[in-house]
């Protein structure tokens, strides 16, 4: 990362850092991006923000591609037969490990510190299509290497934990806050926090741009990830030139 700034540096990009985004304004030709300190404003933006879920707060819960996960379209070779637990904090964990029953080879979800409400449908749903519910007990801390994981989860009623063996540890949590920021700003965006965009990018307002983990097309992919951001830049060359 250290290496790309240098690079971005060197070709005169002028970076501010510590400013946290706190609202939009996207009427108009002008773009405006207003922080704690200040406001930004251009002809185009582009939204690079990285995924928009929430982790849970377990211990090494962001170690992805060594056995953690977050999306389940972006990886289903890595889940293949696999035996995936899912870590639960919002309702999305149950569409997501519903999901991935059509491709791993086992499923479990824990209701993390009971924050699902799960109703009696959506309990017999899961049984139905195999899904092992685990409740009453919230997840402290992944560990080991793949292929084999160990998930240690803390019991709600008292002291006692346990560790469930994976090969594949899912963790959903809630939206990010800046989602809300998006959204107050007229984007569209997924169910899953993502901003919605077509093949070049482009969102469904004139002049916003999303790259990478933020928009609709990838998530969790870094190379994936790079290729998307190079593919908005040069749309955002063609927009400032020619489309708008």
């Not at 019991?155 to 934990?161: D, E, N, P, R």
């Amino acid at each position: 990362m250290e290496k790309i700034t240098l690079q971005a540096v060197k070709a005169g990009v002028e970076l501010r850092t510590s400013e946290e985004v706190v609202g939009l304004s996207l009427d108009g030709d002008v773009k405006v991006a207003e922080t704690k300190r200040g406001k930004h404003s251009g002809r185009a933006l582009i939204l690079a923000t990285g995924d928009n879920m929430k982790g849970i707060g377990m211990k090494w819960e962001t170690w992805i591609g060594g056995g953690v996960a977050y999306c389940a379209e972006c990886g289903v070779p890595f889940f293949k037969g696999k035996d995936v637990v899912v870590v639960g904090a919002s309702p999305e964990a149950v569409d997501e490990a519903l999901h991935l029953t059509k491709i791993a080879g086992s499923v479990r979800l824990v209701n993390h510190a009971n924050s699902i409400a799960v109703s009696e449908h959506t309990r017999k749903r899961l049984e139905r299509e195999g899904v092992r519910l685990i409740e009453d007990f919230e997840g402290k801390e992944i560990k080991g290497k793949p292929p084999s994981k160990r998930l240690v989860l803390r019991s709600l009623k008292g002291s006692v934990t346990k560790e469930l063996r994976t090969n594949i540890v899912f963790a959903v949590g809630g939206v990010k806050p800046f989602v809300s920021v998006l959204q107050k700003a007229g984007l569209k965006t997924h169910r899953l926090g993502c901003v919605v965009v077509d093949e070049f990018g482009r969102t469904n307002v004139k002049g916003v741009f999303a790259a990478g983990g933020c928009a609709s097309t990838v998530k969790d992919i870094i190379p994936a990830c790079v290729g998307d951001g190079t593919n908005v830049a040069t749309c955002v060359r063609l927009f400032l030139k020619y489309w708008g």
